[in-house]
T-cell receptor, first 114, second 111 residues
Framework: DTEVTQTPKHLVMGMTNKKSLKCEQH?????MYWYKQKAKKPPELMFV???????INESVPSRFSPECPNSSLLNLHLHALQPEDSALYLC?????????????FGSGTQLSVL | LAKTTQPISMDSYEGQEVNITCSHN???????ITWYQQFPSQGPRFIIQ???TKVTNEVASLFIPADRKSSTLSLPRVSLSDTAVYYC????????????FGRGTSLIVHP
């Protein structure tokens, strides 16, 4: 199984809502990532988890809260988002041994904030 | 962190070979060079990875000169389905892997 599964595929939420994005992989990877991608722009790294611990937070606003319940799951909790947070949110995983890492991406969650 | 520079866009025709060059002047000794392909509204997909000289797989070749300050992704005999954005990544920073995407190259293949 070389898939990274993200749910939901699409999400529409209001600025006062609380929602969560989910990501799952069963490749035994120990590093997991959240990226945000706006239209016609490259993916922007948000968070990196290494061995279930948050290792990198790229100065992401606190309205985005990541969680790694176990080595196969990664969540992104959303609260009080702004319309400019509308984007494609991508999850990725990699083996986690740190050198020649290959990222495996999910298909993303297309988020619209109204 | 090694920054990458690629052409913003390229055009080609079906059946031609396409070469996309990426500049990474500050590549670290332990950095590998990895290329990804992305279609609209999908996650990037790994294409090929190398450290030096030449690497070839079933979809592409990667050429890396001795100084490793650049790399060239070669796509043989492209088809319309190769229309996509191509990104090169070099990832190490202070011993930590921080996979940062540059602007990428938008390849359009014409009939």
């Amino acid at each position: 199984d070389t898939e990274v599964t993200q749910t939901p595929k699409h999400l529409v939420m209001g600025m006062t809502n609380k929602k969560s994005l989910k990501c799952e992989q069963h490749m035994g990877h120990r590093a997991m990532y959240w990226y945000k991608q706006k239209a016609k722009k490259p993916p922007e790294l948000m968070f990196v988890y290494s061995y279930e611990k948050l290792s990198i937070n790229e100065s992401v606003p606190s309205r985005f809260s990541p969680e790694c319940p176990n080595s196969s799951l990664l969540n992104l909790h959303l609260h009080a988002l702004q319309p400019e947070d509308s984007a494609l949110y991508l999850c990725a995983s990699s083996p986690g041994d740190g050198l020649n890492e290959k990222l495996f991406f999910g298909s993303g969650t297309q988020l619209s904030v109204l | 962190l090694a920054k990458t520079t690629q052409p913003i866009s390229m055009d080609s025709y079906e059946g031609q070979e396409v070469n996309i060059t990426c500049s990474h002047n500050n590549i670290a000794t332990n950095d590998y060079i990895t290329w990804y392909q992305q279609f609209p509204s999908q996650g990037p997909r790994f294409i090929i990875q190398g450290y030096k000289t030449k690497v070839t797989n079933e979809v592409a070749s990667l050429f890396i000169p001795a100084d490793r300050k650049s790399s060239t992704l070669s796509l043989p005999r492209v088809s319309l389905s190769d229309t996509a954005v191509y990104y090169c990544l070099v990832g190490l920073s202070g011993g930590s892997y921080i996979p940062t995407f540059g602007r990428g190259t938008s390849l359009i293949v014409h009939p």
